[in-house]
């Protein structure tokens, strides 16, 4: 029996007393093998789902879908040479609003961030990293924007990137040699967590003291990671929280 991607909703039914959550199909592929990796909705209409071979745009709530490919043709790959063999490999979607959109993934291993400002027709191509490559790297995994704001965080195999003009550019702030990393959460533009298959690692920051000459004095917040989580002894790469 062929297995389906499915596309489910939360609704509620209200009463004087109670109310019921409740899930609904609203939305299934007729191909079995065009998995749906993510969505994020921004408001109960419009959002967007981010599929295996396309991205889809809804305006009814995701009863149907305007649908977005990401071809060789519609990428501005910049200054970047990137692999093209496999084409690219979607992993998620984050929307800013109905027209501006990133998608994450990678090129044939090669962890990649294409950014969208109209609504999946054309991409610009924003991150391509070369470094450290291997065949179990399946690429961006997931980003996140604490609050909606500019500064945004993404996780891939071994790094936590980090954004502060909207994923225009980014940097890494945690490099893990063979982390294992795939999720991340962030509360604030300071708090965040990520996890791997055996740990999960938190933000913390510190105070450190800086001295300008003998009669200044002042203090400089920096963000550092500490392990909240760790089942496997042998890992020794950071100290506990």
């Not at 939360?10 to 899930?23: D, H, K, P, R, Y």
């Not at 991150?127 to 965080?153: C, E, M, R, W």
Request: charged share 15%.
């Amino acid at each position: 029996m062929l297995k389906l991607p499915v596309l489910c909703i939360l609704f509620t039914i209200g009463c004087t007393s109670w109310t019921v959550a409740q899930m609904q199909n609203i939305y299934k592929d007729v191909d079995s093998l065009n998995e749906i990796k993510s969505i994020h909705f921004l408001n109960a209409n419009e959002g967007f789902v981010a599929f295996e071979k396309w991205v889809g745009f809804t305006k009814d709530g995701g009863k149907t879908f305007l649908r977005k490919y990401v071809t060789y043709s519609n990428v501005n790959y910049g200054t970047y040479y990137v692999n093209l063999t496999f084409g690219f490999d979607i992993n998620g979607v984050y929307a800013y609003s109905k027209d501006s959109l990133l998608l994450y993934g990678h090129y044939g291993f090669v962890p990649a961030i294409l950014l969208s400002t109209d609504q999946g027709n054309t991409f610009k191509l924003i991150y391509y990293a070369t470094s450290n490559l291997t065949i179990d790297n399946n690429g961006i995994q997931h980003i996140v924007f604490p609050k909606g704001g500019q500064i945004g965080f993404a996780v891939e195999k071994d790094n936590v990137l980090k954004t502060v003009n909207k994923g225009q550019n980014w940097s890494t702030v945690l490099h893990e040699a063979n982390g294992k990393l795939f999720d991340i959460d962030f509360v604030n533009a300071t708090i965040g967590y990520v996890a791997s298959e055996n740990k999960v690692l938190k933000t913390f920051v510190s105070e450190i003291k800086s001295y300008g000459n003998k009669s200044v004095r002042h203090k400089v917040s920096e963000t550092f990671w500490c392990m909240l989580g760790l089942i496997h002894h042998s890992y020794t790469g950071l100290s506990d929280c």
